[in-house]
């Protein structure tokens, strides 16, 4: 079922006719589900492109691909070369960075706030972890197996062909609880493999602190804890959630 928004990166341009409609519904995306979807995004080209690298790889004997393998506490990201994954890769990142730029201005215009000062808090494009500003994930192939929890209840999302699926992260916590910020998981599929593609744009740890913005606690006051960003990784790649949100440990009154 398609329980979430679709948003036309297209009609939120300035001086498309739709834009005032389709930043409401940007809007009204990141408050109730802290999920949509994006089409019309301009990096169509790049993700086919991609997606045929990846399929590529993983028809490949199981012996060849266990030669790719990489040890667990590498830091190195791949170790699978093609001719030209490179190339797409740079590519891919770039469009990726300018996708999450033009995002970040236009939720901060939505949140009523200088978006340079949104800009600030976060930075680069990096495969690390959940606890992120804006995750891009990229569907691959037609397995759904992703899901968000709403009111209880666990939600299948159907990706549309070619379209990006956005999760805001900790957005939530920048804009003061304005936003949501969903649980997701990925559920097994046990007829066929899941393949996907994800772009984390993690927080500025040149910033040091996430928390909300100066202007969003002016009149109810601040709803989360401002925390180093290492203290807000922690908790998630030491898996000591025990079972809650890691933006729940941010949390003043629980």
């Not at 469009?95 to 930075?123: E, R, S």
């Not at 062909?161 to 804009?175: E, F, K, L, Q």
Request: hydrophobic share 45%; aromatic share 8%; proline share 3%.
């Amino acid at each position: 079922m398609r329980h979430h928004r679709f948003i036309n990166m297209g009609k939120l341009a300035a001086d498309h006719s739709g834009s005032q409609n389709e930043m409401a519904k940007l809007h009204q995306a990141c408050k109730d589900w802290g999920f949509f979807q994006l089409i019309n995004h301009g990096t169509t080209i790049v993700i086919e492109k991609m997606k045929l690298v990846m399929e590529d790889f993983f028809k490949l004997p199981l012996q060849q691909k266990t030669a790719y393998a990489l040890p667990n506490d590498s830091i190195t990201i791949f170790s699978y070369f093609c001719s030209n994954i490179m190339l797409l890769l740079y590519f891919l990142k770039r469009l990726a960075f300018l996708v999450c730029m033009t995002l970040f201005k236009l939720i901060g215009a939505n949140l009523g706030v200088d978006p340079d000062k949104l800009l600030q808090k976060v930075i680069g494009l990096t495969p690390q972890s959940d606890a992120t500003g804006l995750t891009l994930l990229i569907q691959v192939n037609d397995v759904q197996s992703l899901q968000i929890k709403k009111s209880n209840t666990w939600l299948h999302i159907k990706p549309i062909p070619g379209a990006i699926i956005i999760n805001i992260g900790d957005i939530m916590i920048m804009s003061n609880g304005e936003y949501s910020s969903n649980e997701h998981r990925a559920i097994v599929d046990f007829c066929k493999e899941r393949l996907s593609i994800a772009a984390f744009h993690r927080t500025n740890f040149i910033a040091k602190v996430v928390g909300p913005l100066v202007d969003l606690v002016k009149e109810i006051g601040a709803q989360y804890n401002t925390i180093e960003t290492e203290g807000l990784l922690r908790p998630y790649l030491s898996s000591k959630l025990d079972g809650k949100s890691l933006l729940d440990h941010m949390r003043i009154n629980k």
